[in-house]
């Protein structure tokens, strides 16, 4: 498995943001179940978020953010940075060794 920092970059401002949240967040939900996203949120101040994911591949992970809200409302861009976890907690070991 492969690991990123995915950086959202708000393009709009805050106020259509929040009109899309809470179906930004229940698509999120969806790679929580399935089990690649680690933990997500808002930057802060609040001009973006991030989330770190696990994927077979960037285009795996650039393929799931297509379905996100927030790009099918053209409100954010995305930075996929991909990231080697060499030092962790021992609880998320199962995670990053996936």
Known sequence: MKHFIIKITYTSNIEEIEKVLVEHRSFLQQGYDQEFLLCSGPLNPRTGGVVIAKSESLETIK??????????????????LEFNPVKSQSFLSDWISD
């Open 63 to 80: 393929s799931f953010f297509e379905k996100d809200p927030y790009n099918i409302h053209k409100l954010v861009n995305y930075e996929f």
